[in-house]
Structures are given as C-alpha cells and as structure tokens.
C-alpha cells in the first residue's frame, strides 16, 4: 500500500511503568518520530504525558515531555511524572503533535504505589489468570474465605524486588507459573 497523505507521530519504543513501592518521581521517555509521505512539512512539535489520579474521570494532569539534546525533531522525548502517595493508582498516556497540527495518542496505562501492610504476610501470584477472573477472589476464596489476612504481590507488577520481600517474613508463591520469577 502506498502512503500518500500526512499521518500523525509515530511512536516507538516506550519507557514500562510497572507498579512499584517507590513514591518517587518516575521517568519516562518515548521516541517518537513523524513522516510527510506526501511531501510536506514533517516533525515532532510537541509531546505531553497527561495523568490522571486513582480514576479515569479526575482531574487531567499534564507534563510537557522534551527532546532529548541533539535532536531536531524527531527522537526521544523525556520528562518526569510526580511520586504520588503509596495505595495511588496513576493511569497516563502520552500525545503527539507534528508541525501541521495532527496528533496521536498512545493507548492509557497504569501503575500503582503499592504499600505493604506490617504483620500480614506476602502472596506472591505467579500466574496470569484471575479465578473467575477477578482478582479479588484470590483474597477471598483461597484464604480464610474473605478475610483480608494477605497483600498480594501479582505477576503483572513485575519481579518481586528486595524492597518488597524485605517487609515480610512469609510469602507464599501460587500460581500456574510457579518459579518463572525469581527476586532480583
């Protein structure tokens, strides 16, 4: 197929933000890179990370990202998302506009500032699939039959962390892929 019109940035290879227990700000940088095939003005003009806190409908928050030093306008864009609160869920997406005004988005992610909580021990989910799936279930069926005895630490946050294992003296690994993820 032949392009023959002006398309929006293209976007290439993106900072992952997975949930985490720091309350730090976090880094993002995004390549992103914009075409003409029709001959026209071609460019990156700008790049903005909007954020939204622990719902989809609050308030937008935005951060203008910036090019990375040497390029022209097509690159890497960085900037910093604020540390938020632990128990905060973060869902952020990131727009393009290129020197004629057309814009793309990237689909919204999420993370979340996870906290431990003192004297319950650690279930480490290991599997990524949900009983019925929910993820609530694996609180309430597998444990006590719903009492709240657990934090759980799932598979899709990513490697279990020193940080994490270091705040408790039991943890119990479950799941279908039991030993694919070791701490770091």
Known sequence: DLLTGDRGPIFGEMTELLTTISTADRSVSVAVTD?????????????????????????????????????????????????????????WSITATDVNGITTN??????????SSPGKDLIFWNDHEWLYSVSEYTNYVYFYWGEDHFDIWDAAYGNLSNEVVSNYDVIIELGMGANEHNAD
């Open 106 to 115: 990237t689909s919204t992610n999420s993370y979340f500032i996870w906290e």
């Open 35 to 91: 075409d003409n095939p029709s001959d026209g003005s071609a460019g990156v003009e700008s790049v903005t990370l909007s954020y939204q806190l622990d719902s989809l409908t609050a308030l937008v928050n935005t951060v203008n990202l910036s090019l990375a030093t040497g390029s022209s306008t097509d690159g890497t864009w960085t900037g910093t998302i604020p540390g938020q609160e632990p128990g905060t869920f973060v869902y």
